[in-house]
């Protein structure tokens, strides 16, 4: 008993990374996957097809090599540049926790963009007609109209994706980021209590998504009375 107080304890700590890195990029890739997905909404050429083609990629390799690429990618991108124009800028420059960020932001984006494009092409024409007829200019028709609605119908593919970004910290200890499964991996390979200690990991993933399942509900009541008033 007193190893799986210890054990909960150390692995607590680990939580506050979990969170972090999920709630950065999932701000990151809602901002971010918004325009992308208003700029495929609108079929803006050239860019349009950039994103499409960026998408596709980042939704088909696994999380993990795009964390691996950017781990140790940087570092060598830095060292050809300081060979290409004599810098001295420091490989490790980076932070394994910001590159975590960048990767986990980046994989974010190309689903929510998807989710956001799904809504706003839910979003029925006759409002943008309405809009037109008053005078609202596109800030305003898109801001105050459109994207609140499609928010409201992409929320259940948000919140999966949000559920699914914290799981998917579990592959940040690939990096030595101790997150969750980070510090349990560490405390299971110390005193061999593989099954304790990925037991409480467990609990801790499920608190987390039994959290967001809560507020996502609460959210989701609210804009559903809102999408059908």
């Keep these: 008993m007193s190893f799986m107080i210890e054990a909960f304890t150390e692995v607590l700590k680990g939580v506050p990374y979990t969170i ?3 709630i ?9 996957g918004s325009l992308f997905a208003l700029i495929q909404y609108r079929r803006i050429p050239v860019l349009s097809q950039v994103i499409t083609v960026y998408n596709s990629f980042m939704r088909s390799t696994p999380l993990i090599v795009q964390l691996f690429i950017f781990y140790y990618g940087l570092p060598a991108l830095i060292i050809w540049l300081n060979a290409q124009f004599n810098w001295q800028l420091n490989p490790d420059m980076f932070h394994p926790l910001a590159i975590a960020l960048v990767a986990f932001s980046l994989h974010a984006v190309a689903y929510l963009s998807e989710s956001i ?3 706003l092409l839910a979003v029925s024409h006759d409002q943008y007609e309405a809009a037109q007829t008053i005078g609202l200019s596109k800030w305003h028709l898109y801001t105050r109209i459109v994207l609140p609605q499609a928010y409201g119908y992409a929320l259940p593919n948000i919140e999966n994706q949000f559920i699914m970004l914290i799981k998917g910290t579990s592959l940040a200890f690939a990096i030595q980021i101790p997150e969750i499964m980070g510090v349990s991996t560490v405390i299971a390979n110390e005193g061999y209590r593989f099954v304790e200690v990925y037991t409480i990991a467990v609990i801790f993933y499920w608190a987390l998504a039994i959290l967001l399942e809560y507020v996502f509900h609460h959210l989701e009541s609210r804009t559903t009375r809102y999408l059908r008033a």
């Design 20 to 22: 972090a890195i999920a």
């Design 24 to 32: 950065i990029a999932m701000i990151i890739g809602v901002l971010a």
């Design 117 to 119: 494009k799904g809504g």
